[in-house]
C-alpha cells in the first residue's frame, strides 16, 4: 500500500471518529517511514481531537504547526531532553537531518540540550551549528477540519460509574460506622 494510500485511509478513519484505528496505521507507517514529516504531522492531527497535547506536540514537534500548548504539554510529560530526544524516534539524529530548516534547528537544538554537543551534519552545518529557541512564535495554527479542537476527554461511562459507586459505598460505610457510635 503507497503512503499516499495509507494516509488516505488514516484520514477516512479520523473523519469517521476511528481514532485508535487511525493512530495504529498511522504508526505503522512512521515505523518504515520515520523521517517522513508528513506522516508526523498526520499523527499529530490524529491526537488533537482526543485532547492528548502531549503526543501531539511529540510528533507535531519538528513541524512548524506546533502550538505553544502542544510543545508545553510535551515537555510537562517528558522534562528530561534525553528522554524527548528518544521519543522522537528520529533515527540517528547525530548524523541524519530532517528535510526542512525549521525541524533541523529544533532537532540540533534538542540534541545540543540532550548531549551537550551539536549533531554533524556536513551538509547544514549552520543549522546544526545554530542554537534555536524550540518555542513556536506567533499566532497558533488553525486546526483541520477533520481534528476539532475538544476539551480533555471525558471519562468513559463505566469509569465514571465505578467511581460514583466506590463514594457511594465510601458514604455508607462512614454512615455505618456513625450510626455504631450512637449506639
Same mark, same amino acid.
Given at each position: ?8 485511509? &488514516? ?35 490524529? +491526537? ?12 507535531? +514537534? ?84 477533520? &481534528? ?36
Amino acid at each position: 500500500m503507497s503512503v499516499e494510500s495509507t494516509l488516505a485511509r &488514516a484520514a477516512a478513519e479520523l473523519r469517521a471518529g476511528r481514532h485508535p484505528q487511525a493512530r495504529r496505521r498511522l504508526h505503522g507507517l512512521l515505523s518504515g517511514r520515520p523521517t517522513d514529516l508528513t506522516v508526523r504531522r498526520h499523527l499529530a492531527d490524529a +491526537y488533537r481531537p482526543t485532547g492528548q497535547w502531549d503526543e501531539s506536540g511529540r510528533w507535531n +514537534y519538528l513541524d512548524e504547526a506546533l502550538s505553544p500548548d502542544e510543545l508545553a504539554a510535551f515537555e510537562r510529560r517528558f522534562p528530561d531532553s534525553a528522554r524527548r530526544l528518544r521519543v522522537l524516534r528520529w533515527p540517528d539524529p547525530a548524523h541524519h537531518p530532517p528535510s526542512t530548516p525549521l525541524a533541523r534547528r529544533r532537532l540540533a537544538a534538542l540534541y545540543r540540550e540532550a548531549t551537550g554537543t551539536a549533531p554533524d551534519w556536513p551538509e547544514h552545518p549552520e543549522d546544526a551549528a545554530t542554537p534555536a529557541a524550540t518555542r513556536p512564535r506567533g499566532p497558533r495554527p488553525v486546526r483541520p477540519a477533520c &481534528a476539532p479542537a475538544v476539551r480533555a476527554p471525558e471519562l468513559p461511562p463505566h469509569r465514571a460509574a465505578l467511581r460514583l459507586t466506590l463514594a457511594l459505598f465510601g458514604a455508607l460505610l462512614l454512615l455505618t460506622a456513625a450510626l455504631r457510635v450512637l449506639v
